[in-house]
Antibody, heavy 123, light 110 residues
Framework: VQLEESGPGLVKPSQSLSLTCTVS??????????WSWVRQHPGGGLEWIGH???????SYNPSLESRLTISADTSKNQFSLRLNSVTAADTAVYYC????????????????WGQGTLVTVSS | QPVLTQSPSASGDPGQGLTISCSGG????????VNWYQQVPGTAPKLLIY???QRPSGVPDRFSGSKSGTSASLAISGLQSEDEAVYYC???????????FGGGTRLTVL
């Protein structure tokens, strides 16, 4: 299974950040896994952004929920992230990952990860 | 501030063993499974340990995980130069209803 992130590397403040993760070697619509976005700020800290199940069910980090949409295009075996009204604090490397989580269960681990894509928010 | 607490750095000589610790609380480590990730600089994190002590296929048995109360540990035996990386712990958090991470421990093999 391989994942690859794509999208603009530079976004202006107050605009929207949109990224796509293309999955190969597995079907995101199979119903076996969740699919997550995780970001890593310049200082190194990792932050879970949110995840998506094949049914369209999503769950988001409450700190981002008001600005965030995660969606899927099963025809392309891709899932996407859209984060609105970005600020410099959203500058990070964004990773997509297969998420080993079951609905309602308190566990989640990420394997494998994409290689990551750096998004810088700056005018 | 990361929800889980890790020492920022650790070091050891080749061949030695060491332990990296991760401290949490009642809403995460105390009640839920802990995972560990290894991140070599310039690359994506890689799953090292899941569900407290399980190793994915391909991870050497030199790496082992354990948990007690609100703390978890990653033990590495027979240190090798390729073990130089940043190690992150993670666990499901009931308050967030999602996974949280530690700040990472940078391991240097002397």
């Amino acid at each position: 299974v391989q994942l690859e992130e794509s999208g603009p590397g530079l976004v202006k403040p107050s605009q929207s950040l949109s990224l796509t993760c293309t999955v190969s070697g597995a079907s995101i619509s199979s119903g076996s896994y969740y699919w997550s976005w995780v970001r890593q700020h310049p200082g190194g800290g990792l932050e879970w952004i949110g995840h998506l199940f094949s049914s369209g069910r999503t769950s988001y980090n409450p700190s981002l929920e008001s600005r965030l949409t995660i969606s899927a295009d099963t025809s392309k075996n891709q899932f996407s992230l859209r984060l609105n009204s970005v600020t410099a604090a959203d500058t990070a490397v964004y990773y997509c990952a297969r998420d080993h989580h079951d609905f309602g269960e308190p566990y989640s681990w990420f394997d494998p990860w994409g290689q990551g894509t750096l998004v810088t928010v700056s005018s | 501030q990361p929800v889980l607490t890790q020492s920022p750095s650790a070091s050891g000589d080749p061949g030695q063993g060491l332990t990296i610790s991760c401290s949490g609380g009642s809403s995460n480590i105390a009640t839920n499974k802990v995972n560990w990730y290894q991140q070599v600089p310039g690359t994506a994190p890689k799953l090292l340990i899941y569900s407290d002590y399980q190793r994915p296929s391909g991870v050497p048995d030199r790496f082992s995980g354990s948990k007690s109360g609100t703390s978890a540990s990653l033990a590495i035996s027979g240190l090798q130069s390729e073990d130089e990386a940043v190690y992150y712990c993670a666990a499901w958090d009931e308050s967030l209803n999602g996974p949280v991470f530690g700040g990472g421990t940078r391991l240097t093999v002397l």
